[in-house]
């Protein structure tokens, strides 16, 4: 069952199949939450806000995995070549990065309307001295969902000296780990409460890569130990369903008590907190798991059309994750036109939801992977039209695949 491979790749396009399986995982549990946001009652319902805790790991497995596939690209290299590095970084994320900025500008501005297809956009919110300015904040901040783009940029800039560190001291790594998980949990205490003298807001809090430390060096560690921690995982493969459904369970029940008026610490208690000391522990199952699914799609015991689905959804990940907002605005505003949100059941159309977006990301990425537009709307090299239909010989294990130039892409020379 292991899949691991026994050395780093060095300027080559070999994957890690089994890590490119859990990149349509992951999206999935990222438009989850966010159709949780838009189609459920968050407020008034126990199910929905409990939905929104567990798919809201996405994010950490997201930085895990990015974190750990750039240090495994690295962990034999002798230095980090800055030019080639920077130029591989800006042309993975950066360049996606301020491509769905300018995409979503006029998104973001769009007003109710009631003609097909019931937006408009009003030109004095864009050009104007504050469609200027909102421009310039969401690049600044990320927005919406991008901010998972800034904050891989923020670790960009200082992984060369993080991997620097962690191959001088060697022996620290586990007491980098152990206080990587202490301050996980007090940061977002701490920066609410002024310990170091200052209070930040929640978006600007999401937006830092001091609220993930814990991933970021976690997947930097994992890296330099690949063989063996995918060994464990695989060993351990009961222990950790088990560790992680239990995790889960954890923040709903006290999210319930809190909610029926029980006083627990503000600092454990979920909420809608993604932060809060409660979820770490599942987020950190959650992630294993997913690595473990991965494992198991890309098993050779698995049939041709499953590797071929699984494969195809990794090639689609970056482009589904960066549009998903589109089909969700528009999905909610004709819902909202035609009455659906007061009549379906929300968890019918959540499902519904999930699905339409999923569904529309990957053509809109399928499409577009075949354009002039591919490296900066979809984040891959161009293919070409032939391949839109994909025919069975396509998914040989031994014929090397583009899944295109995002965080996960293991070439740097």
Wanted: net charge positive; with cysteine.
């Amino acid at each position: 069952m292991s899949t691991a491979p026994e050395t780093a790749p060095s300027g080559t396009r070999q994957r890690l199949d089994h890590v490119d399986a859990m990149r349509p995982i992951k999206q999935t549990a990222v438009i989850s939450t966010h159709a949780l946001i838009y189609f459920s009652p968050l407020s008034t319902s126990l199910l929905a806000s409990g939905l929104l805790t567990l798919t809201h790991f996405s994010r950490d497995a997201f930085l895990f995995v990015s974190a750990c596939m750039l240090a495994y690209s690295y962990r034999n290299a002798k230095e980090v070549k800055l030019g080639v590095y920077w130029q591989r970084r800006f042309m993975s994320v950066g360049l996606v990065y301020l491509v769905w900025t300018v995409i979503y500008f006029p998104v973001a501005a769009a007003k109710r309307a009631q003609g097909f297809p019931y937006f408009r956009v009003p030109g004095s919110a864009i050009f104007s001295s504050t469609g200027v300015h909102n421009l310039l904040f969401n690049l600044a901040t990320g927005y919406y969902h991008l901010y998972f783009l800034l904050v891989l940029l923020e670790f960009y800039v200082v992984f060369p000296l993080v991997l620097a560190f962690v191959r001088r001291y060697p022996r620290s790594h586990l007491y980098v780990l152990v206080g990587a998980l202490v301050w996980q949990v007090f940061f977002p205490y701490a920066v609410r409460h002024a310990w170091f003298g200052f209070v930040i807001s929640s978006k600007l809090e999401t937006r830092l890569i001091f609220s993930y430390a814990l991933y970021l060096l976690g997947g930097v560690i994992a890296a330099l130990y690949l063989e063996r921690f995918h060994d464990w995982v695989v060993a351990h493969q009961r222990a950790i369903l088990i560790w992680t459904v239990v995790a889960g369970v954890v923040p709903l029940v006290m999210d319930y008590f809190y909610r029926h008026g029980h006083h627990l610490p503000k600092l454990i208690t979920p909420g809608s907190d993604p932060f809060a000391a409660v979820i770490v522990p599942y987020d950190v199952g959650a992630i294993v798991a997913v690595y473990l699914l991965g494992v198991y799609l890309v098993s050779p015991q698995r049939s041709a059309r499953t590797r071929a689905i699984v494969a195809s959804g990794s090639e689609a990940a970056y482009g589904i994750y960066v549009s998903q907002l589109l089909w969700i605005f528009i999905l909610h505003r004709v819902a909202t036109r035609f009455g659906w949100l007061g009549h379906v059941p929300w968890l019918l159309m959540m499902l519904f939801a999930v699905t339409f977006t999923y569904f529309m990301g990957w053509l809109f990425s399928a499409v577009f992977a075949r354009t002039p537009l591919a490296r900066g709307v979809v984040g891959r090299s161009r293919v070409p039209w032939s391949t839109f239909i994909p025919k069975r010989h396509q998914f040989s294990p031994t014929l090397e695949r583009d899944f295109g130039e995002g965080p996960l892409n293991l070439t740097d020379e």
